[in-house]
């Protein structure tokens, strides 16, 4: 499995970016996530959507970024709608298996820089 992310950069805040990662290798069956880790911090969840639809957020984030898929192009995609400089992180995606620890699978990560 190999998941691509990409559509990071540089953004002033207030604005607007908008992340994917593509699958291969993938059933695109399981939990599709994105995590960010900040300088000197640790990775931490952003948002998660599995396979049926269903969503779930990190405080910090709630009514700012949406995640979504689409299973036939088996990919994942984080809307981030009026940023903070405090989003500024590398961004990578994630999937996962609920039932098989074993299936975990990241992404290499994409640079989100929101200046003020």
């Known amino acids: 499995v190999q998941l691509q992310a990409s559509g990071g950069g540089l953004v002033q805040t207030g604005g607007s970016l908008s992340l994917s990662c593509a699958a291969s290798?993938?059933?695109?069956?399981?939990?599709m996530g994105w995590y960010r880790q900040a300088p000197g911090k640790q990775r931490e969840k952003v948002a998660y959507?599995?396979?049926?639809?269903?969503?779930n957020y990190a405080d910090s984030v709630k009514g700012r970024f949406t995640i979504s898929r689409d299973n036939a192009k088996r990919c994942v995609y984080l809307q981030m709608n009026s940023l903070k400089a405090e989003d500024t992180a590398v961004y990578y995606c994630?999937?996962?298996?609920?039932?098989?620890?074993?299936?975990?699978?990241w992404g290499q990560g994409t640079q989100v820089t929101v200046s003020s």
């Open positions: 994630r999937e996962w298996s609920t039932t098989d620890s074993v299936y975990n699978y």
């Open positions: 290798g993938s059933i695109f069956s399981h939990v």
């Open positions: 959507i599995t396979d049926g639809g269903i969503t």
